[in-house]
């Protein structure tokens, strides 16, 4: 692990003195956590500083600000992962059944490839502001907003069940992937306004869990509901059903959110969120973060591998209906079962590498490796796609899942060591903008390939460049900010504990002189 902090470049002496203040305070931050909650007198123990009240201190000599965690935070982080998996479902349901829709709507194979990247296209210019919109608004004016625009779209796609209607169904489909913007950059903001610092990890992975098993569903009931029947008004049946279902449920979620979703709780639930709480929104400038996060160099290297990495997956998830059916004919719900399995597989291998990086802290040496494996799961699931033998797919693909989707959280968790103390939502903004930047890249060159040439050499394509993205993995710099600042909380922790038994000790020496003095 690499404890030397990375020195800016270019004329940045300012930015090296705001970069070291910025890291001074979030390290009192995270030495306010370790102390005790002033609303938990059983917590105190005898080595920690009273004020003539009984209230404690933090090491610096600031009293505790009162903190509280509420049961209300797991519904609230519940409905959140529940209005996320209803959107996510909405990205692949077109694709994991492209030549039923292109039958339907008679149009060609690539327009439906567009009902997919939409949701790639909106997030790129839009993300700034949605980001800079839940600085200033917070989570529920986000919340509703974002429920909104997708039970809209669900809606707009119910009265689309004619073949002469694509535009209304693309519509439809534009408003939920606009939804997207204002769902994506939540489950951090969540995790740290609602929970205690042990369970923001918890928190959080929920959040995502919810977005992936969206997709998850979405590669397998669509296949299963609309069946690849020849006649227009059965079809247009089935359509139909599964429309209305999608807007029932996206309907009850904009309801609870309405009644449930809550802006933030009364009390903080960390000593870190009541200081944040204190901080004048005048005091930050997301202009600044932006440009001093684009200054970063191993950052922007990890802008880029990430991306690749994520685009690929994304291109594969959108043509894989085109993939299978060239090589497997009439398996759609097949389709979608591979792509189910890619897609848990990923979320158990999410799962390992989460583990793996709390217990060992190697954050380049994991990501690097698991870059590695996405690689060779690529190269032996487009060398094995052709054989005949849909059990092996099956196998190779959850195999490519298990190391390319198990790398999301890796370049997330990343990209907050290589970034601390900037806003985790900012860096992770800039990240999923690269990402949907090559998906539509890879999803287009990809499909005119496979067109022209077939599935493999569209596969062998996609290797290439993750064979470069490892390549610049490589020359990241394992700069771990977060690690180094969280040393310096606990050995700051360690002397403000010092002082506090010092002064105590001190205290209640002169308490006795004054008991023991005689009187006169």
Request: proline residues 4%.
């Amino acid at each position: 692990m690499s404890e030397e902090q990375a020195v800016p470049f270019g004329d940045a002496a300012l930015d090296a003195d705001q970069s070291k203040t910025d890291l001074e305070n979030h390290v009192k931050l995270e030495a306010g956590d370790a102390a005790p909650r002033a609303d938990n007198p059983s917590q105190l123990d005898g080595g920690e500083a009273l004020q003539p009240g009984g209230e404690a201190l933090q090491p610096g000599g600031e009293a505790l600000q009162p903190t509280r965690l509420y049961k209300r935070r797991w519904m609230i982080v519940l409905l959140f992962s529940s209005y996320s998996l209803c959107n996510s479902f909405q990205w692949i349901q077109y694709g994991i059944i492209n030549n039923i829709f292109m039958k339907f709507y008679n149009v060609d194979a690539f327009t439906i490839d567009w009902m997919s990247m939409i949701y790639m296209l909106t997030y790129i210019p839009f993300i700034f502001p949605v980001t800079w919109l839940l600085d200033k608004k917070g989570l529920r004016v986000i919340a509703l907003v974002a429920t909104a625009l997708n039970c809209a779209g669900t809606w707009i796609k119910v009265a689309s069940v004619k073949p002469n209607l694509f535009a209304v169904t693309f519509l439809g489909q534009l408003s939920c992937s606009f939804a997207q913007v204002f769902i994506l950059g939540m489950p951090s903001r969540i995790a740290s306004v609602w929970f205690g610092s042990e369970e923001v990890s918890t928190a959080c992975s929920i959040g995502v869990f919810g977005n992936q098993l969206g997709i998850a569903i979405g590669f397998l009931v669509p296949p299963i509901l609309v069946p690849n029947v020849d006649d227009m008004d059965e079809l247009a049946h089935h359509i139909s059903i599964m429309f209305y279902i999608t807007a029932g449920v996206a309907t009850l979620l904009f309801i609870l959110v309405v009644c449930v979703f809550q802006e933030r709780p009364k009390l903080p639930p960390t000593q870190a969120q009541a200081t944040a709480r204190s901080i004048p929104p005048e005091h930050y400038s997301y202009t600044a973060s932006i440009l001093r996060l684009l200054r970063n160099r191993p950052f922007n290297l990890l802008i880029v591998t990430y991306g690749l990495n994520v685009g690929c997956f994304y291109a594969v998830g959108t043509l894989l209906n085109r993939m299978i059916i060239e090589h497997y004919a009439g398996e759609e719900v097949n389709a979608g079962r591979i792509g189910l399995t890619i897609v848990i597989a990923g979320m158990v291998g999410s799962l390992i590498c989460g583990i793996w990086l709390d217990k060992t802290k190697t954050y380049k040496q994991t990501t690097l490796a698991v870059y590695f494996m996405s690689l060779v799961g690529m190269i032996v699931y487009a060398a094995t796609l052709n054989l005949g033998h849909l059990w092996v797919v099956f196998i190779t693909a959850g195999a490519l899942g298990f190391f390319m989707t198990g790398y999301l959280p890796l370049g997330f968790e990343f990209a907050v060591e290589l970034t601390y103390p900037e806003s985790e939502g900012t860096s992770s903004g800039l990240l999923n903008c690269s990402a949907q930047v090559f998906g539509i890249i890879f999803t287009i060159c990809q499909g005119k390939i496979m067109d022209s040439f077939g599935t493999l050499v569209g596969n062998i394509f996609l290797c290439v460049f993750l064979l470069i993205g490892a390549i610049m993995t490589g020359f990241i710099k394992s700069d771990l900010r977060r690690q180094k600042a969280n040393l310096m909380a606990k050995a700051a922790q360690i002397v403000g504990k010092r002082t506090c038994n010092a002064a105590l000790r001190r205290r209640r020496g002169r308490c006795r002189d004054k008991t023991t003095e005689p009187r006169r």
